[in-house]
């Protein structure tokens, strides 16, 4: 099994960079062009909610992606060492955001339960967050 | 491959057209916000349009961005239109509740015959 790890800076422009990561490293399985889209999105609300929220935006503290696929189950985690999340439950509810005054729409953990087959998150208050976003992609 | 976001904006009678391009991700949502908000507060516009024709990528990032642009047309009691939406993003207004509120139309001449501005 091919697997590759990146960490980044907790920087607002490396968001886009785990975006062309994941869609380098996933390539290879082809993928429908809605699969590499929605994996896209899944993975840059993730990388963003350890920037703002993990992070608060202090980009010298890192976040690490780690990619992996068995067969056609491509399997993503991302993980900050950041605040933690206190309530996993209301985090997951649909526009629940801390954020408003960043006009954060609050969708962020929707968006990935819509376009992922699996999301899990493990977090501990003070000692960070790691999200796993599990993609089954159909046979071509 | 377009990493950083330009957008055009243009006014026509009182609609302020604002056409981003390249990824409405979190860092690029920042600027186009700031941009449109200060184009729109120097003018006399009441509504607003976003033209989604030339853009690749949009998270929920964008969806605030819509949402808070949404809020300044209704200042002025006007209207926020959005055109030329790929299928991608459809869904993520789908999602979102966003098309509950906001106007969804296939280009921009459409939006503008509807809102009462030339293109």
Redesign the interface.
Known sequence: MNKIKLEMNAS??N??MA??VVAAYIAPLDPSV?EL??I??AV??AV?NA??HGYGENSVETVAMEISAEERVVTINITDRGVGIENIESARE??FTTKPE????G??F??ME?FMTKVEIESHPGEGTTVTLVKELGER | ?K?QSETKISVSGRVLTAAPSG?L???Q??RI?TQIDSAFEKSSCRHILINMSNVS?M???G???I??RYKKAETRGGRLVVSNMS??TS??FE???LSKIVTRVDSAKTAMDMLGGTT
């Open positions: 607002p422009e968001v886009s975006r062309v809605e889209m929605e896209k999105t840059s609300e963003t920037i703002i649909p526009l960043m006009e954060r729409s969708l962020g929707t968006v819509e | 491959m990493l990824e991700d979190y860092h949502a920042e916000r990528f998270d929920s990032s969806i605030g961005m949402i808070g299928d991608v869904r993520l999602i979102s509740g």
